[in-house]
């Protein structure tokens, strides 16, 4: 190991002290008994998390992006499943171009998408804008996303297995429920997660959609004027990052279990 | 066996994919308890045809009865039908027993009862004590036999079978052979089979259906396909053949005869029609009939032609020879079997091949 100390594990080392220095500064002066996150650190204390829990409308945010993430995440995946189920079983005529319309959004900057929302939320459907406008655009955007995973896993199990199914007495219904969506279950974990996650920290959307109420990161941004609010910031993103570490890790873990025994190829 | 009265019934049975048809006129009879196998080569319509059977596919024209009742309209969900797929189709997500039991859940019967179904078929296919394994642990045989299983279990009327042994190697797909004919036997449905393998149809079969190109070209029983193929493509199909290319001279009910060039004049049974003066045909031979000699024979009852050994191959229980005969592009084949230490005969020695009057065929050419 030791005399593998050339210059390709030296740049791996810069590499990876690169990309999560930054991050790992964050719960480092969550900790740091000061208001300013500057070296040399002051102390060791916890007093900012217990600031963070106390402030009332931080916590309102935190729950408003969780609750638009969870019912984005839910909404996307259950209208890519039917979406995608379509477009790889059955040789739809423009399949093509439906798949290509349905991905647009990935690479529409997000900023079109938030100002063409809001000038069709506001002038044609003359519905005020809240929290539930920023679900409706945060599905349009996850959308893409869910059914990218989803066609994945479909497109990758034989399809003699419905086949199987039908032919062992089960309707189209059944067929699914027993056959299709167990075995897209990998699928739909990742589909629902990525909802989930991209939900949770968009901003430009949520920034031009949003009426009184705030989600975190339109919180967040507003909170950075004042200094002295910094610490609970600190403490809320390193509480965010196990939360989403967690999840990854779980979601991998299912997905390897997927991989192990979801797989029809592996004869 | 079949007891001779038509269980499945297929008239004028037409598939078109788009613009390309591939299933043209199908018609024939399969008989209540018949081993039937659908035998072409890959792309000639047989794996479709089986699909048409179990109503996964719908025909684009044509009509299809099972046990009397059409079929038109019906889903393969509602079908007395069962297929054993060339992929077996595991549910991987399933255990041995779920898989097996999986088509229960769809009949009503009670939950004691299915549990007794699904044991008694893991025995017919000797899996007794592997029912709680998961899919991914079984071997290539083992999930044939789970794939059989969940069809059986199901008491369909015919057992539809693609190909199911084409992906175990060779001596356990010869044993699986065995086990399928007595299994067969044993439960006593139709099975209809498709395969490419002739000489697996050949022992497994009542009756095959040779197929190519959408069409059914011979319908018959093993002995009937090897001993009196009534075209080229099916003598070609079933086994080795020896063609020898000629013009028809003269023809009779009994024998015709064939003018062969340099090879000389030769005559065979002919099959079917009665081939006009000066047709082209071919004198058909099987490789095994085929007598070889270092003299020429005098027996007058056997046809015989004068060549030169090109290639020998020693297999123990047999020699095959490739004997190039002048006037032939190809050269015949001939097996002769090694019943008193026969000399392999040197390559570019002369031989005789001779071969009794009674069993050449002439084929339309």
Redesign the interface.
């Known amino acids: 190991m030791w005399k593998r100390l050339d210059g390709l594990w030296i740049y791996a080392v810069a590499f990876i002290a690169f990309i999560y220095g930054p991050v790992l500064l964050m719960p480092l002066f969550s900790l740091n008994d000061s208001t300013f996150a500057t070296f040399p650190l002051a102390g060791f204390t916890l007093r900012h998390y217990g600031e963070m829990f106390q402030n009332q409308s931080m916590m309102a945010a935190v729950l408003n992006s969780l609750k638009i993430a969870v019912i984005v995440s839910l909404l996307s995946t259950a209208l890519a499943v039917p979406a995608s189920l379509a477009l790889t079983r059955y040789k739809l005529p423009g399949g093509g171009p439906i798949v290509g319309f349905m991905m647009l959004p990935l690479v529409i900057p997000s900023i079109v998408i938030a100002v063409a929302l809001l000038v069709i939320i506001l002038k044609f459907l003359g519905i005020q804008l809240s929290l539930w406008t920023v679900a409706a655009g945060h599905i349009l955007i996850c959308i893409p996303f869910s059914m990218t995973v989803l066609m994945a896993r479909l497109e990758g199990f034989?399809p003699?297995?419905e086949?199987?199914?039908?032919?062992?007495?089960?309707?189209g219904w059944?067929t699914f429920w027993?056959?299709t969506f167990?075995?897209a279950m990998p699928g739909v974990i990742s589909s629902l997660l990525l909802g989930f996650i991209i939900s949770f920290d968009e901003f430009v959307i949520a920034f031009f959609l949003t009426g009184t109420e705030n989600t975190l990161p339109v919180y967040l941004y507003s909170q950075l004027r004042f200094p002295n609010k910094l610490p609970g910031t600190l403490a809320l993103g390193t509480l965010i990052l196990c939360g989403s570490a967690i999840l990854v890790i779980i979601a991998e873990v299912i997905r390897k279990r997927g991989v192990?025994?979801?797989?029809?190829g592996?004869? | 066996m079949s007891d001779g009265s038509a269980f499945i019934s297929l008239s004028a049975i037409e598939k078109r994919f788009g613009s390309l048809t591939v299933l043209k006129d199908i018609t024939f009879d399969i008989g209540k308890g018949e081993f039937f196998s659908l035998l072409g080569a890959s792309g000639c319509g047989k794996t479709t045809l089986l699909r048409i059977l179990?109503?996964?596919e719908q025909p684009s024209a044509g009509t299809l009865l099972i046990d009397g009742q059409s079929m038109a309209g019906v889903?393969?969900?509602?079908r007395p039908?069962?297929?054993v797929?060339?992929?077996?189709?595991?549910?991987?997500?399933l255990n041995v027993e779920e898989n097996i039991g999986?088509?229960l859940r769809?009949?009503r019967i009670a939950k004691d009862e299915a549990r007794q179904r699904v044991q008694e078929a893991l025995e017919l296919v000797k899996l007794n004590g592997l029912g709680t394994r998961?899919?991914?642990q079984l071997s290539?045989g083992q999930?044939q036999r789970v794939a059989l299983a969940?069809?059986l279990v199901?008491r369909p009327k015919v057992l539809l079978l693609d190909e199911p042994l084409s992906?175990l190697d060779k001596k356990l797909r010869e044993e699986m052979q065995l086990e399928l004919r007595a299994l067969q036997r044993t439960v006593g449905i139709t099975f209809v089979f498709v395969t490419h393998d002739q000489e697996e149809a050949l022992t497994l079969s009542d009756r095959i259906a040779v197929m190519a190109n959408g069409r059914v070209l011979q319908l018959d029983t093993p002995q009937g396909l090897y001993e009196r193929p009534r075209s080229r493509e099916v003598a070609e199909f079933i086994g080795t053949m020896n063609l020898l290319p000629g013009a028809v001279s003269q023809s009779d009910q009994s024998e015709t005869m064939l003018d062969a060039g340099l090879v000389g004049t030769l005559g065979g049974r002919p099959i079917e029609v009665i081939l006009d003066k000066g047709a082209r045909a071919y004198l058909a031979v099987r490789p095994e009939q085929i007598s070889l000699s270092a003299t020429e024979p005098s027996d007058p009852a056997r046809y015989s032609v004068a060549g030169e050994v090109a290639e020998a191959a020693y297999l123990g229980d047999r020699i095959h020879y490739q004997v190039r005969l002048t006037g032939l592009e190809k050269p015949m084949t001939v097996f002769v079997n090694n019943t008193e230490r026969a000399v392999v005969r040197p390559l570019g020695s002369n031989v005789w091949l001779s071969w009794d009057r009674s069993v050449g065929l002439v084929l339309p050419g």
């Open positions: 034989d003699s297995l086949e199987a199914s039908r032919d062992l007495g089960c309707s059944t027993r056959v167990p075995l192990q025994s979801g797989n029809p592996d004869i | 179990s109503g996964i889903p393969a969900n509602k039908t069962n297929m797929f060339q992929s077996y189709a595991i549910f991987p997500h999986y088509g769809n009949v998961n899919a991914h290539g999930r969940r069809a199901c992906a």
